[in-house]
C-alpha cells in the first residue's frame, strides 16, 4: 500500500464507520446495551484510523482539486463544505458523547448522542460521496 492507496482506504472506513453506526444505533434500540458499546467503540476506533490515514495523506499529497464542472461543481462543494464543516465537530461530539457514557450518565449521554449520531452519519456517508466525486469512481 502506498499513500496513493489512502484516499480508498478512507473511503472503505468511512463506510465501514457508517455501517457501525447505524448497527450501533439498532442495537440500543434493541436494548443491547454491552453489544452497541463495543460497536460504538469500534466506530470511533475506525475513525480515528481514518484521521491518521487522512492527515498522513493531506501532508504527504497536498490538495486534489475537483474536475469537474458546471452544476455538478456546485453540488460538489456543497456536500464538500458542509462535510468539512460538520466533520471538524465529530472528534468532539463524539469524544462528549463517550466520556459521559463511561461516566454512566446515560441521560446526558442519550441526549448529546441524538446530535451527534446524525452529524456523524452525514460526515461518513458524504465523506465517501465526496471520494467518489473526486476521483470519478
Keep these: 500500500m502506498t499513500v496513493r492507496d489512502l ?11 457508517t455501517i ?3 448497527y450501533g444505533y439498532s442495537l ?12 460504538m467503540l469500534s466506530a470511533f476506533g475506525v475513525s480515528i484510523v481514518f484521521l ?17 464542472q458546471g452544476a455538478m461543481r456546485t453540488v460538489y462543494f456543497a456536500i464538500l463544505i458542509s462535510h468539512v464543516v460538520l466533520a471538524a465537530t465529530v472528534p468532539v461530539l463524539a469524544i462528549l ?5 463511561f461516566q454512566e450518565r446515560f441521560d446526558k449521554h ?13 460526515v461518513s456517508v458524504t465523506g ?5 466525486m473526486l476521483y470519478g469512481i
Excluded at 440500543?28 to 460497536?39: A, D, F, M
Design 128 to 132: 465517501v460521496i465526496v471520494y467518489l
Design 52 to 68: 491518521i490515514c487522512y492527515l498522513v495523506y493531506h501532508y504527504n499529497v497536498g490538495s486534489v482539486p475537483y474536475q469537474g
Design 20 to 22: 457501525l453506526l447505524l
Design 97 to 101: 458523547t463517550l466520556w459521559r457514557a
Design 110 to 122: 442519550r441526549k448529546i448522542a441524538k446530535i451527534t449520531l446524525p452529524i456523524w452519519l452525514y
Design 7 to 17: 484516499p480508498t482506504l478512507n473511503a472503505t472506513l468511512n463506510a465501514l464507520c
Design 28 to 39: 440500543i434500540r434493541q436494548g443491547r446495551r454491552e453489544q452497541h458499546k463495543k460497536v
